[in-house]
């Protein structure tokens, strides 16, 4: 089993950065994100910069399709939300029929505001997770002087994402193959059907972790306390330009918002 995570081999410029600049567009991203919470006037503009990043970083089609797809679904839901606690604050704009909700143009700003401010942070960390080796994330969080176990025990979090998610299918059909409806649309009958799910999968999981154990004290983990990298990262001048590009398109961004930039101000049409 590989784990490798989330990371998906490619030639592009984005893998090609250093990790740690990936980590600062993460950063970046994050901050601009909060900043303009409120009305989303400038976490769009975060959003479509890392829509850009996965397709400079030539991610699979089917990985980029279900991002969106998703942001989608959860944009709508997340506005509606947000857009039921400001009925009465704003202009009227709409009223959603099948919840019955009056729309109006703070709810609508509020509610996207809070979609971008969840959306954003998560899509930067699919780009980061999927342009990134384990091997470079562990090197980086090791050199910000926390223990090497600890960037272990964070890549090892990450790496065994993809295998648990296996397991789970494999689990919920060898349970449907014996009889056990655990696909059923009654609530209280999806609760019951945990159980075969999840005990099956903690013992699957507690098994790979103890052979794993075993193996690291084989190699001696743990041993010293520091570490040396055979394949160290290393900075170039792509990096330092690419960081000081990341730093001043963001900080634009906030600096936009931060001096009372809205597109409030646009809808009201002042």
């Known amino acids: 089993m590989s784990l490798s995570g989330l990371y998906i081999p490619r030639e592009s410029v984005i893998h090609r950065l250093d990790a740690r600049v990936k980590l600062a567009w993460f950063v970046l991203a994050f901050s601009a994100s909060v900043v303009s919470q409120w009305d989303g006037s400038v976490s769009v503009f975060v959003y479509l910069s890392l829509i850009v990043g996965l397709i400079l970083a030539k991610i699979s089609v089917k990985r980029a399709i279900l991002t969106i797809a998703y942001s989608i679904v959860f944009f709508l839901v997340t506005t509606l939300v947000w857009a039921s606690m400001y009925q009465d604050v704003g202009i009227y704009v709409a009223t959603f029929p099948l919840a019955n909700i009056r729309l109006t143009d703070v709810g609508l700003l509020v509610g996207t505001g809070k979609f971008f401010l969840i959306v954003n942070p998560i899509t930067a960390f699919l780009l980061v997770m999927s342009t990134t080796k384990m091997y470079d994330l562990h090197y980086v969080i090791t050199r910000a002087g926390l223990p ?49 799910i999840f005990v099956p999968l903690v013992i699957r999981m507690m098994s790979y972790v103890w052979d794993l154990s075993i193996v690291l004290s084989v190699r001696g983990f743990g041993a010293y306390p520091k570490r040396s990298y055979y394949f160290p ?31 409030y101000y646009f809808l009201r049409g002042v």
Do not use: C, H
């Open 233 to 263: 990262p290393r900075w170039s001048r792509k990096d330092t330009i690419s960081l000081l590009l990341l730093a001043v398109i963001y900080a634009s961004l906030i600096i936009l918002k931060l001096t009372g930039f809205s597109t």
């Open 148 to 196: 090497y176990k600890a960037g272990f025990m964070f890549a090892l979090a990450l790496g065994l994402l993809p295998y648990t998610f296996m397991e789970i299918r494999n689990i919920v059909d060898v349970q449907k193959a014996r009889g056990l409806e655990v696909d059923s649309r009654n609530p209280v009958k999806k609760i019951v059907y945990v159980v075969p």
